[in-house]
């Protein structure tokens, strides 16, 4: 498995912006898709968005498509989400996963195989 840290959270009044980061370690970074994930409080885990290994596949949830935008450098095991326009609706806590296989649901949280702990994204009105 990967160890995953997030960092980049906060508050932000509606309308602005935030960049989460997410650095990995523990094997090769390079080998495995990356997803975003948030939960807000009483909800399930939900998909933000994910890139794959080299990142030629990228995927959004259509709530935040044209809003948010996730890459990754390899070169310094990171991947991050840079969100833009924020709502209200966009608090929650945000999750990075790692997952190393090949064949899988890249909307399903099941199908990532490591998590970070989560940083806090709160949007006020």
């Known amino acids: 498995q990967v160890q995953l840290v997030e960092s980049g959270g906060g508050l932000v009044q509606a309308g602005g912006s935030l960049r989460l980061s997410c650095v990995a370690s523990?094997?090769?970074?390079?080998?495995?898709?990356m997803g975003w994930f948030r939960q807000a409080p009483g909800k399930e885990r939900e998909f933000v968005a994910a890139?794959?290994?080299?990142?030629?596949?990228?995927f959004y949830a259509d709530s935040v498509k044209g809003r948010f935008t996730v890459s990754r450098d390899n070169a310094k095991n990171t991947v991050s989400l840079q969100m833009n326009s924020l709502k209200p609706e966009d608090t929650a806590v945000y999750y990075c996963?790692?997952?190393?296989?090949?064949?899988?649901?890249?909307?399903?949280?099941?199908?990532?195989?490591?998590w970070g702990q989560g940083t806090q994204v709160t949007v006020s009105s």
């Open positions: 996963a790692a997952t190393d296989r090949r064949y899988y649901n890249v909307y399903d949280p099941l199908s990532y195989d490591s």
């Open positions: 890139i794959s290994r080299i990142g030629g596949g990228i």
């Open positions: 523990g094997r090769t970074f390079s080998t495995g898709d």
